[in-house]
């Protein structure tokens, strides 16, 4: 089991950029894909950006192409969210989670959640 913790998030002008960052606590933190999500009042949790468990591989959504860039050190237990050119839309309260297994772009497929830090961008 993994413990998930988000900081980073906060109120920034839209070009902006801000790093996210995602503790884990217990074992197997190097095991584990590592996602990032994101959700408004009212929408359902929409998936920003995934990394396997080497760092090999990522997955973004298209909404954050070449704008945010996902990373992980598995000597640290961290997983970063880099956001880029920050936009209104991005806004959100931004969640941290894990899963064994592959990739997925599915809230459902994952396993432990963090409980979200405020990303909020002024337009």
């Known amino acids: 089991q993994v413990q998930l913790v988000e900081s980073g998030g906060g109120l920034v002008q839209t070009g902006g950029s801000l790093r996210l960052s995602c503790a884990a606590s217990?074992?197997?933190?190097?095991?584990?894909?590592m996602g990032w999500f994101r959700q408004t009042p009212g929408k359902e949790r929409e998936f920003v950006a995934a990394i396997s468990w080497s760092g090999s591989s990522t997955l973004y959504a298209d909404s954050v192409k070449e704008r945010f860039t996902i990373s992980r050190d598995n000597t640290k237990s961290t997983v970063s969210l880099q956001m880029n050119s920050l936009k209104p839309e991005d806004s959100a309260v931004y969640y941290c989670?894990?899963?064994?297994?592959?990739?997925?772009?599915?809230?459902?497929?994952?396993?432990?959640w963090g409980q979200g830090t405020q990303v909020t961008v002024s337009s």
């Open positions: 989670a894990a899963r064994v297994s592959r990739i997925s772009t599915t809230p459902g497929g994952y396993n432990y």
């Open positions: 217990g074992r197997g933190f190097s095991s584990y894909v």
